[in-house]
Every structure is written in C-alpha cells, then in structure tokens.
C-alpha cells in the first residue's frame, strides 16, 4: 500500500485547497470545474480510506504540524504540547470515512441537481469547504482547532442552507446559524476554562493531566450541552426540521454526516477528555435520556408531517436518539464488569447505527432531492404514481426505507439488533421504546412510499439525470455491502472504532509516548 | 477581591447576552445578543493570560529589568482571542445578511412574523 505520513494533513489541505481554486477554474471552463471537483471529492475518499486502512490495521496516527520529524509523540516533561496536533484513531478514522463518502455522493448528485447559474461555483467552493470543516473536526487533535473547524462546518453550512435564498431556506439558515453560534462559543467557554487550569489545550494532553476539579465539570456540562446542540438531540432540536428541509437535497445529506461530526465531538470529549476518575453514569445517563427522547419525540413528530423533506428530518433526530442511546449505555457501562461484555456491543450499535444512518439518511434526502427536481413540490398530497416513471428513485427510496425501519438484509438491521439486544440487558425498557419506534418509523415510510410512489399516474414525468441516479447508486451500494456483510463490517471497522472510544489511554499514550 | 472584577463582567456579559438571545424577539437584537456573548468569551479569554504589570511578549523588544517570561503576558490566549474575533467578524456579516435577506421576504424583523411549523 503506498501510505506517507503526511496523509493527514493532506486529507484536511486538499479540500481546503481546491475550494478556492475552485471559482478560479469555473473561469475557464463549467466542465472543467465539474471535473475538478469531482477529482477531488474522489481523490479525497481515497485518500481517507487508506488512512483509515492504516489505522485500522496498525495504530493510531499522529501528525504535528509544522515538526521537524511529525509523527513523534511529544514528551511531557520536555515541552508543552503547544502545536497542533492531529491524531487520527479509529474513531476519528470512521468518521472520516463517512464524511468522505457522503460528501462524495453529494458531490455527484449536484452536478444535475443544482441547476446551473453563476453562484454555481460558489456553491461548490462551499461544498468543499464544509467537507474540509468535518475532516477537520474529526482528525484534529487540539481543542482550540477543534473550535475552529466547527465554525468553519457551521458558516458554509448555513451559506448552503440558504443557497436558494428563498423565505424558508433564510429562516432556516439564521435558525442554525443562531444554534451553532452560540454552541461554538459555549466550546470557546470551555476550552478556555480547561486552559486557565492546564495551560493546554491538547486533548490528549488534557485528559492525562485532568484534575476533575468544579470548573472541569461545568466545562463538561457546557460541551456535553453545545454539541448536544449541535447535532440536534431533542431538547435542542428545534433547528433540525426548518434547516434540514430547506437546504438543496445533497446539502442536507451532507448536513447529516455534518451533525454526525458534532456527535463525535460529544464522544470524543466525554470519553476521552473526561472519563476514568469521573463517575462515567450520570453522563452516561443523560445520554441515554437524551437518546430516548430524541427517539420518541422525533418520530411521534414525524408521523404528521405532510412536507417530505420535514418528515425526514424528524426521522433524523429520532435516528440520532438510537446513537446517543448506544453509545450512552457503553458510557454508562463503561469501567464496570459488564462493559466488556454487552457494553461494548451497545457501543458497536451505535457506533455502527452512525455510518448506516449516514448512508440511509443521505439516500432518502437525495431521492426526496429528485422527487422535487421533478415535480417542484415537497408536499406529499400533491405526489403520487411516481413509481410508473420514475423507477430508480421509486427503487432507491425503498432500499432506503427498508434501511431506516431496520428490516434485513439492509443495514439498518444489523446495527439495531446490536442494540436492542444490548440494551435489553440494562433495562427492557430502552430495548421496548426502541423497538417500538422503529416500527413507528416503518409505518411512517410506508405512508410516504404509498402517497408519493404508488397510485394512478398522475404527474407526467421523467427519470431524474444519470449524474443524480449514479450519486444514489453509491450510498445504496454501501447500504446493501454492510447489510449483507455486517459480521465483516463491525468486526474489521466498527469493533476498531469502538475500542478506540473505549480505550482512552492508547489514545493518550499515542501524543505523550508512554502514559 | 478587585482581580475578580473581569470575571464578574464575563459572566455578567454572557447572562445578557442569553437573554436577549432567548427572549427577544427582534432579529437584530438576537445578533447582537450572540456579539456580546462573544466579547464575553474574547474577555475571559484575554484575562487568562493577563499578569499584573505585564508587558507584550516580544523577545527581543524586551526592556531591561524585566524577566522572560516571567514578566510577560502569555501570548496563547491573544493568539486564541484575535482567531475568535476574527471568525466572529464573518459569523455576524452572515448573520446580518440572513436577516436582510428575512427583511425582504417578510418585511418585518420580528421572529413570529411567519407561521409556526410544528
């Protein structure tokens, strides 16, 4: 394999690069910026799935910007870890993985979906952009960069969201840009809370020197808090349907794998910033609350809704409840007897819940992108017999849907039986509600399924452009290799993931050689 | 006692600037809420790395009888603070623009002027 150790920072350059390169070739030549971008986005996932391959089958990676020899730990005593570090473990590896992926079949989707004008190359500068925000915020070492890459994801994701610039797509983007403003400055907060006491601002770093003091906890809370924000569990979740829906669809696939993101800050910072010493089961627990109401609420919210678009979204927070809920009974269990045991498998589900809804989310989003490229209209009374014409949608949506409601062989499947059979073990009660809304959101689907794809033919329309198809084509293909291959998948890329969250001290160990 | 001073004004800052982020409902005043949230934060953040009769820390401009580092304010939060400030610069253009973009389709500032969406 040829590998450089260099990769990292590559992986965060390269889009950033060719962002701004971007309006520059549009210049030229439309096809060509086509190209460009495409290139790209395709060099970027390849790039990314040969460090995750490097992580997964070695150690975790460490790149020190601007060192004489950037892959050596940082010896504690000798100085303080003031650059930048970025350090890739499994987690951050998947993660990656995902960000990568989606943006590349949003990437593809566009070049049809978005309907050529001058902003189009501004539209793709932003694209770029806020893939190189997530990749950022996932590999980065360093709280402070941590901050920065969020706000980058933040205001390209909002410029995205507003790109028609229509009343809704503005009232949703001043809705999240709101949001995530002040859960960025709350990160701000916190961050310099754990300076003044650490003088450091390495995450690594911090957790090994970390004190659990008063100020620590209320840093705590205000992360937990911001990120909880940020990718829209229930209390806060408000935001989520207006931007969701009124962004152009593969933004608002690439906005899921964007929250995705701020869920893996959320992990990263309550498993391995704080962890050890802290009792783990209060977090633990307003996780899992968190998680149930997010997964209740979302989907009781889901069932009335007429707009296509919005429908999905609930369905995005209830799915985002199952993560926090997998990944809060690990929390929860984690450090006991019985963590090596189920917690860790309900850590796998919803660490595995988090790639699959990733795929599932992105496709319906783009199917219900071409349902609207075609009709011009989100409402589902005024769909109906799009099935005659419009088969590879009608099919695509079905894969998705079947995905979503966790019925086998797709994915959805496998990584909720991961967690109902782990929660079950902690309280029957977790594995009830969650079983009982996932088959909320299966009668949910069905509905849109019937109301926009079944009936007599009533619009008189075409297949959507191959470019469209082709970028459904690859989240399905990725829905139906982990639907019928997960043993393969969790134990060769979410088992690593998961035992990277577990572990903290490898993580530590990576940046201040030897704990 | 009086070294507390600028802490009280943080807190003090980021409680106003929450309530008016909460509870008011002009969209100007929402943006300004978010500002002084920020200066808040930019404030903490400056204070951290305060020393009494410090000076700017410049090796080489250094006067004589001063000590380095210890007679320097440290430079990390002035770093962290201008990289804020200047993120927050682009976040509230943004911001402003959202709200005149809103301005023109509904001619109005006030956040109920549209239907609520369940």
Not at chain 1, 344 to 349: C, D, S, T, V
Not at chain 1, 379 to 397: A, Q
């Given at each position: 394999m040829i590998y450089n150790e260099a990769i990292p920072a590559i992986a965060i350059g390269l889009p950033l690069l060719a962002a701004f390169l971007t309006p520059l070739i549009n210049i030229a030549s439309k096809k060509a910026r086509n190209a460009f971008v495409l290139a790209i986005l395709i060099i970027e996932e390849l790039l990314v799935i040969l460090l995750a391959w490097h992580v997964f089958t070695n150690d975790i990676v460490i790149y020190t910007m601007g060192a004489k020899n950037p892959t050596g730990a940082i010896p504690t005593q000798a100085a303080v870890p003031i650059r930048i570090v970025l350090e890739i473990d499994g987690m951050a590896a998947f993660m990656g993985l995902i960000s990568a992926t989606v943006s590349l079949a949003a990437g593809i989707y566009s070049i049809a979906f978005i309907k050529e004008s001058n902003a189009k190359a501004r539209y793709y500068t932003l694209l770029l952009l806020m893939l190189a925000g997530m990749i950022g915020m996932e590999f980065t070492g360093d709280l402070f960069n941590l901050f920065v890459f969020l706000e980058i994801l933040s205001i390209t994701s909002c410029g995205l969201i507003a790109y028609r610039q229509h009343a809704d797509a503005v009232e949703g983007a001043f809705k999240y840009m709101v949001i995530s403003n002040i859960a960025a400055l709350f990160v701000l907060f916190a961050v310099a809370l754990l300076y003044a006491q650490y003088d450091l601002l390495n995450i690594a770093a911090i957790a090994h020197v970390m004190q659990y003091t008063q100020l620590d906890k209320i840093a705590l809370v205000l992360f937990v808090a911001a990120f909880a924000m940020k990718c829209g569990a229930v209390p806060m979740h408000f935001w989520a349907p207006d931007s969701y829906s009124t962004a152009p669809a593969a933004i608002t696939a690439m906005l899921v794998a964007a929250s995705q993101a701020s869920l893996y800050a959320l992990f990263r910072v309550s498993f391995t910033l704080y962890g050890s010493l802290m009792s783990y089961q209060t977090i633990g627990i307003a996780i899992i609350i968190f998680g149930l109401l997010s997964m209740f609420i979302g989907v009781t919210m889901a069932l009335p809704q007429k707009d296509i678009k919005r429908l999905m979204a609930y369905h995005a927070i209830s799915q985002t409840g199952y993560m926090l809920l997998g990944v809060g009974v690990g929390l929860y269990l984690l450090g006991s007897q019985d963590f090596n045991t189920y917690g860790?498998?309900?850590?796998?589900?919803g660490i595995f819940h988090i790639i699959n809804h990733a795929m599932y989310k992105g496709l319906l989003f783009l199917t219900a992108g071409a349902i609207y490229y075609r009709l011009g209209t989100r409402?589902?009374?005024?769909?109906?017999?799009?099935?005659?014409?419009?088969?590879?949608?009608?099919?695509?949506?079905m894969i998705g849907a079947l995905a979503i409601a966790g019925i086998p062989p797709f994915n959805g499947f496998?990584?909720?039986?991961?967690?109902?059979?782990?929660?079950?073990?902690?309280s029957p009660i977790l594995s009830i509600v969650a079983m009982l809304v996932s088959i909320l959101t299966l009668a949910s689907f069905i509905k849109v399924f019937h109301s926009a794809f079944m009936g007599p033919k009533l619009h008189d329309v075409k297949e959507v452009p191959k470019s469209m198809l082709l970028g459904m084509a690859v989240l399905t293909f990725v829905i139906i290799f982990f639907g019928v291959f997960p043993g393969w998948v969790v134990n060769h890329i979410v088992h690593p993931a998961a035992m990277a969250l577990a572990d903290k001290m490898a993580y530590i160990?990576?940046?201040?050689?030897g704990a | 006692m009086i070294w507390n001073?600028?802490?009280?004004?943080?807190?003090?800052l980021i409680a106003i600037g929450l309530y008016a982020v909460m509870f008011k409902r002009n969209l100007i005043k929402i943006a300004i809420g978010i500002t002084i949230i920020e200066s808040g934060v930019n404030l903490f953040l400056i204070t951290l790395g305060y020393r009494e009769g410090g000076i700017a820390p410049i090796y080489t401009n250094l006067p004589p009888g001063v000590k380095a580092p210890e007679g320097m304010v440290l430079p990390v939060p002035q770093a962290l603070t201008l990289t804020s400030i200047v993120i927050g610069v682009a976040v509230l253009a943004l911001t402003l623009s959202f709200i005149m973009k809103f301005y023109e389709h509904n001619k109005s500032l006030d956040s109920h002027s549209r239907r609520l969406k369940g």
């Open positions: 860790i498998k309900a850590m796998e589900g409402n589902l009374n005024e769909m109906g017999g799009l099935g005659h014409t419009m088969k590879f949608t009608s099919i695509f949506f496998a990584s909720k039986l991961l967690i109902y059979e782990a929660c079950y073990k902690v160990a990576a940046v201040t050689g | 001073i600028p802490f009280i004004t943080v807190a003090l």
